[in-house]
């Protein structure tokens, strides 16, 4: 598979543990996008890397939120102390000319 | 005011019909406009990039205004499979990152 691959897929953690999701592009695209989305609404920027340079973080990625692309290739979206407000399908995208969506990994926060 | 905003739906037609929704976006630097069609639970997938000319594939044929910020799609001859959410999203050229609606969504019955 060529695609985007995202970890875990499904997330169930208690409000207040830290949870780290894992995002590997497709081969060879030095941009790469965290997306979030809820139910009923489109995806929501959050952060994106030109290789391993983080270059814009929305507003929306408040200090609980870190994201790390080391080597310029995987990609990891950590958010500490979860709260019950981040349940949300956390979409990793990569990109040469086209963005090519991951599956996401949906999180719920008891 | 959200940057991109669709009519909502749901459009419930039969198959075999034509159906057709727009959206309009904020932004006047938008400079990239796409539809991306997600399934329940799936991500966003790439349908087709639209083109100041308006540009057709296959079946589906997307127009951009941009003097009035809107973006069209129409689906002609609906088949059961183009049940899905649409959304539309744009895009300035620096950065890629992607500004989505929160979606039409059309049911196509037998």
């Known amino acids: 598979d060529t695609g985007v691959s995202q970890n875990p897929r499904h997330k169930i953690t208690k409000r207040g543990q830290n949870v780290t999701f894992r995002c590997d592009p497709i081969?060879?695209?030095?941009?790469l996008y965290w997306y979030r989305q809820t139910l009923g609404q489109g995806p929501e920027f959050l952060t994106y890397?030109?290789?391993?340079?983080?270059?814009?973080k929305s507003r929306l990625l408040s200090d609980r939120f870190s994201a790390e692309r080391p080597k310029g290739s995987f990609s990891t979206l950590e958010i500490q102390r979860t709260e019950q407000g981040d349940s949300a399908m956390y979409l990793c995208a990569s990109q040469a000319n086209t963005q090519y969506f991951g599956p996401g990994t949906r999180l719920t926060v008891l | 005011r959200k940057e991109v905003e669709q009519d909502p739906g749901p459009f419930n037609v039969p198959e075999g019909a034509t159906v057709a929704f727009n959206c309009t976006y904020s932004?006047?630097?938008?400079?990239?406009f796409f539809w991306y069609r997600q399934d329940c639970r799936k991500e966003p997938k790439l349908l087709m990039s639209v083109y100041s000319s308006g540009n057709e594939d296959g079946r589906f044929t997307a127009q951009l205004n941009r003097a009035s910020q809107y973006i069209s799609l129409l689906i002609r001859d609906s088949k059961l499979s183009d049940s899905a959410t649409y959304l539309c999203?744009?895009?300035?050229?620096?950065?890629?990152?992607?500004?989505f609606g929160a979606g039409t969504t059309v049911t196509v019955r037998a």
């Open positions: 999203v744009v895009s300035d050229s620096n950065d890629y990152k992607l500004s």
């Open positions: 890397f030109q290789n391993e340079a983080q270059l814009e």
């Open positions: 081969s060879e695209h030095n941009r």
């Open positions: 932004n006047s630097a938008s400079q990239s």
